[in-house]
């Protein structure tokens, strides 16, 4: 029996879909057609199916190198990166139980918050 998967984004991750679907409403508004936030949003929509399909989809990142933050705030003893388009990112945490699984997005950012959050340095 397959359990059921859900997908629920989190604080910033929510907050950032949010920004970029009123961007995205505006420039349907003003006839703008295939912009940077138009197929950013449909990368996370298709990212998001993907997830709901398998929630092993992203590339699962070792414990040593899940931020402290993702820890305390929201208990993530398991963090997965998908790459969206234009290099951007979308973090998530897998939790189940009996019944179903829950993945919960954490962060959806560029390459440079990317980096930033992870420590990675340009040389």
Request: hydrophobic letters at 35%; aromatic letters at 12%; proline letters at 3%.
């Amino acid at each position: 029996m397959n359990k059921p998967v859900r997908v629920i984004l989190l604080d910033n991750a929510d907050a950032e879909y949010k920004r970029l679907n009123e961007i995205v409403g505006q420039q349907l508004k003003e006839n703008k057609e295939n912009t940077e936030e138009m197929q950013l949003l449909r990368s996370i929509k298709q990212k998001t199916e993907f997830v709901k399909a398998n929630p092993f989809y992203g590339n699962n990142l070792p414990k040593v190198l899940i931020p402290e933050e993702y820890i305390l705030k929201y208990k993530a003893d398991n963090l997965w990166r998908v790459e969206l388009i234009n290099y951007w990112r979308m973090l998530y945490t897998i939790k189940g139980d009996q019944v179903e699984i829950i993945c919960f997005v954490l962060d959806i950012m560029d390459h440079k918050g990317y980096d930033k959050k992870f420590g990675y340095k340009k040389r």
